[in-house]
């Protein structure tokens, strides 16, 4: 399951100038699921749900500021694998704005769930 170039507005940052409001982020994930037992189901019950995913994101992103992308990225990592039938999660966050000289900068960061975790 994936979702490419999210473009959202955030309260994100470090610097002061940053500080007191919005910025464009695009975030873009990929979420590594096991196969439904029935996989012609038809059912979004059977399936990890990108506009549910979507959803949570726009929340973390209503919560209030965030300093880093690295911490936005975290966040989206665990609520994807909260999901019973996610394995592993890579998940974009891009900020446009951020160095006027570079298309954007941001993290890339890779999750896998642990067994102990359940699947």
Do not use: W
């Amino acid at each position: 399951m994936f979702v490419r170039g999210l473009k959202l507005d955030a309260n994100i940052g470090a610097y002061e100038s940053e500080m007191g409001r919005t910025q464009p982020v695009v975030i873009s994930l990929e979420v590594e699921v096991q196969e439904p037992a029935d996989p012609v189901s038809d059912s979004l019950e059977d399936v990890v749900c990108y506009n549910r995913l979507v959803q949570t994101i726009r929340e973390i992103l209503t919560e209030g500021h965030i300093k880093l992308v690295e911490t936005l990225a975290e966040r989206i990592a665990a609520e994807c694998l909260a999901h019973p039938m996610s394995l592993s999660v890579k998940v974009r966050v891009e900020k446009p704005e951020a160095i006027e000289e570079a298309d954007a900068a941001g993290v890339e960061i890779t999750r896998t769930k642990r067994l102990d975790q359940g699947a």
